[in-house]
């Protein structure tokens, strides 16, 4: 997280939604750094069932044989699951690759 590389990859301030996603690296050098943030009082309904989630457009591509990991949480994310959890109010999620 020392580069000063960060884009906004999604905004979602709608239905009292607060949620804001970057991505700091630059591409093709560093291995990036994904942060989903809930900046509000709202959360994903039933966010303990496996089939709940929230999605995140625009999540980066995952190279091959490099999982996520939410290192805030410490778990390798599943996969076809990165950009698609859960997410509790008032909450932060820091991805990884590795």
Do not use: C
């Not at 959360?43 to 995952?62: F, I, K, L, M």
Request: proline content about 10%; overall charge negative.
């Amino acid at each position: 997280m020392s580069v000063n590389e960060i884009d906004f990859i999604h905004v979602d301030f709608s239905e009292g939604k607060r949620i804001l996603v970057w991505k700091r690296g630059r591409t093709g050098v560093d291995a990036p750094v994904v942060v989903v943030a809930n900046f509000s009082d709202w959360g994903t309904e039933n966010p303990r069932d496996p089939a709940s989630h929230y999605d995140v457009p625009n999540w980066p591509a995952t190279p091959a044989g490099a999982p996520w990991r939410e290192v805030s949480q410490g778990y390798n994310v599943d996969p076809g699951r990165a950009g698609r959890e859960p997410i509790f109010p008032w909450e932060a999620k820091v991805y990884t690759i590795g």
